[in-house]
């Protein structure tokens, strides 16, 4: 099934945040730091509010909480006036008007400076069992190296925006949020005012990949300046303003230790990890889960520390923390099949884990195995020559390479309300978001199959704080949580339809056990008798439409965990003469229960193939240490895959599902799908050259300079 939105897309119809204008609204524009580290001695605003157009330099923030000290420099790029005018560009040049007087302080804005000092991390407390460094000691084989990544940004297509509109007491954000109701709990936090006095409106989102899954300081400002003017704001950062705006998956930096036996067993791994965080909060990346769960050792050791520095706050990108722990232990796994003389593969297999290793309970479905051998068989593998820079194509050097993913299956109490109407149309409604995945159209489907309409009959809205409780639209978890929901209210709406035909002397059903009785095009029916619609029953009893509301809420975890599975293949050329390393195709398969819809399934893995294209070969953040600046902040000189990077990308999902962790049977897709591609890269990269890099990305340089 195509997307239900597509068309209002590809038209221009589907109107996002910035999109908005008001009657009376006026333009805004965020006066940044040009240092990392400063105490502000005083702002002039003269100049700038005597130029053509500019209402207002708002300097004041008393009366908002900002998550950062207020007078104060901790960040380069952090907000320190928003600049009010008619029009944007008037507001623009006002922006450059305006003078900021600070007294510089020293700053640190690397993790690897010597002034860093890591600190632990209480989201992610040391984990021990057994004893992973005497097993280490004690191993025939040991693989014991570092790994660094370079910060990594999302750059969606839309930009942060919001347009905030006070009417009386009562805020009205449209804004470019992951989290409706969580936007409207913070924002009416910042400014001390009831969550009731707050609605935020977000129905379309242009890419996220995590930077608007929390409330930042520009959309609190934008509020705060609506209120301030008394007229409506419309603030969009630029794309500069994006890189220190709204997060980044942190740089970071790991050691990943493992050993085994001649027979290819893990008898030890130690995992420890960093990462950058700015000063003012903390944000975990805990790269090391994978390490404690994803094969079989008695012995593990894992650690993972922030180091705060001063920089910007980081924040949820795709396949956080576990996509940059799972490029460390797949590239390790793959060096310790090299050392071993073990095909890649077998080792995995040999290691294989039915259950949770840290809480000892099973997996409700654990299918790695299965995506290792049939991505296998599809791929190709058994031409791969095991030993490197063996296979050539004139100039360029041809190797494959393989990785496991893996990635919980997160779920959380969501809510949803459906509603028959005698018309034979149903709408179904809850607060969450799509920034991409096609929630809009896996909700439609999910509430169709459960009503027995055709899903042209069936309409979602989502995108408004108003509507039933739903969870951040975030770490694979919408589906599975929110259509649960939607499942539910819907089955409880079509069952009161069925219940009130049953015991209607009028009804062709009357008398029939309700567990008989089926739908299907609307059409409620049951073996022997005469069907009869959906508004046949309402308008008998004098109704237009039934509602029912229902919330969901996973089963907790004490018998079972549930985690998505898969297996990523890559091959790459590189070119001997000029390190130029470019991927020739790609295959993944995995393992996530019922797939709802597999058109939007294999796009979700198409983005998560690219993303990890990225990561592995282009994305890297060059910054001036002596102020913090970005230097590569825009889209020329920050690179990502394009369409000619793009390769032959393949992608399988094996058949079933798991209906021990939700009614639908569905794991989430979207974090997965990201996780392990760098390595399976990196690991062909090896393959081909016979050069093992463990910092990503991996440029011409890194690889023309190893040994």
Same mark, same amino acid.
């Given at each position: 099934?195509?997307?239900?939105?597509?068309?209002?897309?590809?038209?221009?119809?589907?109107?996002?945040?910035?999109?908005?204008?008001?009657?009376?609204?006026?333009?805004?524009?965020?006066?940044?730091?040009?240092?990392?580290?400063?105490?502000?001695?005083?702002?002039?605003?003269?100049?700038?509010?005597?130029?053509?157009?500019?209402? %207002?330099?708002?300097?004041?923030?008393?009366?908002?909480?900002?998550?950062?000290?207020?007078?104060?420099?901790?960040?380069?790029?952090?907000?320190?006036?928003?600049?009010?005018?008619?029009?944007?560009?008037?507001?623009?040049?006002?922006?450059?008007?305006?003078?900021?007087?600070?007294?510089?302080?020293?700053? &640190?804005?690397?993790?690897?400076?010597?002034?860093? &000092?890591?600190?632990?991390?209480?989201?992610?407390?040391?984990?021990?069992?057994?004893?992973?460094?005497? @097993?280490?000691?004690?191993?025939?084989?040991?693989?014991?190296?570092?790994?660094?990544? @370079?910060?990594? +940004?999302?750059?969606?297509?839309?930009?942060?925006?919001?347009?905030?509109?006070?009417?009386?007491?009562?805020?009205?954000?449209?804004?470019?949020?992951?989290?409706?109701?969580?936007?409207?709990?913070?924002?009416?936090?910042?400014?001390?005012?009831?969550?009731?006095?707050?609605?935020?409106?977000?129905?379309?989102?242009?890419?996220?990949?995590?930077?608007?899954?929390?409330?930042?300081?520009?959309?609190?400002? @934008?509020?705060?300046?609506?209120?301030?003017?008394?007229?409506?704001?419309?603030?969009?950062?630029?794309?500069?303003?994006?890189?220190?705006?709204?997060?980044?998956?942190?740089?970071?930096?790991?050691?990943?230790?493992?050993?085994?036996?001649?027979?290819?067993?893990?008898?030890?791994?130690?995992?420890?990890?960093?990462?950058?965080?700015?000063?003012?909060?903390?944000?975990?990346?805990?790269?090391?889960?994978?390490?404690?769960?994803? +094969?079989?050792?008695?012995?593990?050791?894992?650690? +993972?520390?922030?180091?705060?520095?001063?920089?910007?706050?980081?924040?949820?990108? /795709?396949?956080?923390?576990?996509?940059?722990?799972?490029?460390?232990?797949?590239?390790?796994?793959?060096?310790?099949?090299?050392?071993?003389?073990?095909?890649?593969?077998?080792? /995995?297999?040999?290691?294989?884990?039915?259950?949770?290793?840290?809480?000892?309970?099973?997996?409700?479905?654990?299918?790695?195995?299965?995506?290792?051998?049939?991505?296998?068989?599809?791929?190709?593998?058994?031409?791969?020559?095991?030993?490197?820079?063996?296979?050539?194509?004139?100039?360029?050097?041809?190797?494959?390479?393989?990785?496991? @993913?893996?990635?919980?299956?997160?779920?959380?109490?969501?809510?949803?309300?459906?509603?028959?109407?005698?018309?034979?149309?149903?709408?179904?409604?809850?607060?969450?978001?799509?920034?991409?995945?096609?929630?809009?159209?896996?909700?439609?489907?999910?509430?169709?199959?459960?009503?027995?309409?055709?899903?042209?009959?069936?309409?979602?809205?989502?995108?408004?704080?108003?509507?039933?409780?739903?969870?951040?639209?975030?770490?694979?978890?919408?589906?599975?949580? &929110? !259509?649960?929901?939607?499942?539910?209210?819907?089955?409880?709406?079509?069952?009161?339809?069925?219940?009130?035909?049953?015991?209607?002397?009028?009804?062709?059903?009357?008398?029939?056990?309700?567990?008989?009785?089926?739908?299907?095009?609307?059409?409620?029916?049951?073996?022997?008798?005469?069907?009869?619609?959906?508004?046949?029953?309402?308008? /008998?009893?004098?109704?237009?439409?039934?509602?029912?509301?229902?919330?969901?809420?996973?089963?907790?975890?004490?018998?079972?965990?549930?985690?998505?599975?898969?297996?990523?293949?890559?091959? &790459?050329?590189?070119?001997?003469?000029?390190?130029?390393?470019?991927? /020739?195709?790609?295959?993944?398969?995995?393992?996530?229960?019922?797939?709802?819809?597999?058109?939007?399934?294999?796009?979700?893995?198409?983005?998560?193939?690219?993303?990890?294209?990225?990561?592995?070969?282009?994305?890297?953040?060059?910054?001036?240490?002596? %102020?913090?600046?970005?230097?590569?902040?825009?889209?020329?000189?920050?690179?990502?895959?394009?369409?000619?990077?793009?390769?032959?990308? %393949?992608?399988?999902?094996?058949?079933?599902?798991?209906?021990?962790?939700?009614?639908?049977?569905?794991?989430?897709?979207?974090?997965?799908?990201?996780? !392990?591609?760098?390595?399976?890269?990196?690991?062909?990269?090896?393959?081909?050259?016979?050069?093992?890099?463990?910092?990503?990305?991996?440029?011409?340089?890194?690889?023309?300079?190893?040994?």
């Amino acid at each position: 099934m195509s997307r239900v939105d597509g068309r209002l897309k590809v038209t221009g119809q589907a109107d996002y945040a910035a999109d908005h204008d008001l009657p009376g609204l006026v333009h805004a524009v965020l006066v940044t730091s040009t240092v990392s580290r400063a105490t502000i001695t005083g702002i002039d605003t003269d100049r700038a509010r005597s130029q053509p157009g500019v209402l %207002d330099v708002v300097t004041d923030f008393s009366g908002v909480t900002l998550p950062f000290p207020s007078g104060e420099i901790n960040f380069f790029g952090q907000p320190l006036a928003v600049v009010l005018a008619d029009t944007l560009q008037q507001a623009q040049h006002g922006a450059s008007q305006v003078t900021v007087r600070a007294a510089t302080l020293p700053a &640190v804005t690397s993790m690897d400076d010597p002034r860093a &000092v890591p600190v632990p991390d209480e989201e992610a407390p040391d984990y021990s069992r057994g004893d992973a460094d005497a @097993a280490l000691r004690a191993a025939s084989t040991v693989v014991d190296h570092t790994f660094t990544m @370079a910060r990594e +940004y999302h750059n969606p297509m839309e930009l942060p925006a919001t347009v905030a509109h006070w009417t009386g007491s009562t805020l009205t954000l449209w804004d470019k949020t992951q989290w409706v109701q969580g936007n409207a709990r913070n924002i009416a936090a910042a400014l001390n005012v009831p969550v009731t006095a707050v609605r935020v409106i977000c129905p379309f989102i242009g890419g996220a990949f995590g930077n608007a899954g929390r409330t930042w300081p520009h959309q609190i400002l @934008a509020a705060h300046a609506a209120r301030h003017s008394g007229r409506p704001v419309k603030l969009v950062l630029t794309r500069r303003q994006m890189y220190s705006g709204v997060g980044y998956r942190p740089a970071s930096r790991q050691r990943l230790a493992m050993a085994a036996g001649r027979d290819g067993r893990i008898t030890g791994i130690v995992h420890e990890g960093s990462s950058e965080n700015c000063r003012y909060e903390a944000y975990s990346d805990d790269s090391t889960e994978l390490a404690k769960l994803l +094969y079989a050792c008695e012995n593990v050791r894992t650690a +993972y520390r922030l180091v705060p520095i001063d920089v910007s706050a980081a924040t949820f990108m /795709r396949g956080p923390g576990t996509v940059t722990g799972a490029f460390a232990l797949e590239t390790t796994m793959d060096e310790l099949a090299d050392r071993l003389g073990i095909d890649p593969i077998e080792l /995995r297999l040999r290691n294989m884990v039915d259950h949770h290793q840290v809480t000892g309970v099973p997996f409700t479905d654990q299918r790695l195995g299965e995506c290792l051998e049939v991505g296998a068989r599809a791929f190709g593998w058994s031409r791969r020559r095991s030993t490197p820079r063996t296979r050539r194509e004139g100039d360029v050097l041809i190797g494959m390479g393989v990785a496991a @993913a893996a990635h919980h299956n997160n779920r959380t109490t969501a809510s949803a309300a459906a509603r028959i109407n005698a018309d034979g149309t149903a709408l179904v409604t809850s607060a969450t978001a799509d920034m991409g995945p096609g929630t809009y159209t896996s909700m439609v489907q999910v509430a169709a199959d459960a009503l027995g309409l055709a899903a042209s009959r069936v309409r979602f809205e989502l995108g408004d704080s108003t509507l039933p409780t739903a969870p951040m639209h975030s770490g694979s978890k919408t589906l599975a949580s &929110v !259509g649960s929901a939607v499942f539910t209210a819907c089955s409880t709406a079509r069952d009161g339809v069925v219940r009130m035909a049953v015991v209607d002397p009028a009804s062709p059903l009357y008398g029939v056990d309700a567990d008989t009785v089926t739908v299907r095009d609307g059409h409620l029916s049951a073996p022997g008798r005469s069907s009869e619609r959906y508004g046949d029953v309402l308008r /008998r009893h004098g109704r237009d439409s039934v509602t029912s509301q229902r919330s969901w809420t996973p089963v907790p975890e004490n018998e079972f965990s549930s985690f998505a599975f898969g297996a990523v293949f890559a091959e &790459v050329s590189v070119d001997v003469r000029l390190g130029q390393i470019r991927v /020739r195709r790609m295959r993944a398969v995995y393992d996530i229960g019922q797939v709802v819809n597999p058109k939007l399934s294999r796009s979700q893995v198409y983005g998560g193939l690219v993303a990890g294209m990225g990561m592995a070969l282009l994305e890297d953040t060059a910054r001036d240490h002596r %102020d913090g600046r970005i230097v590569n902040a825009n889209m020329a000189d920050y690179l990502v895959p394009v369409h000619a990077d793009v390769p032959d990308l %393949d992608v399988q999902f094996l058949s079933g599902d798991d209906p021990a962790a939700t009614p639908i049977g569905v794991k989430g897709l979207g974090e997965l799908v990201v996780v !392990g591609v760098p390595a399976a890269i990196g690991n062909a990269v090896y393959n081909a050259t016979g050069v093992r890099v463990r910092d990503l990305p991996i440029t011409l340089d890194r690889l023309l300079h190893r040994d």
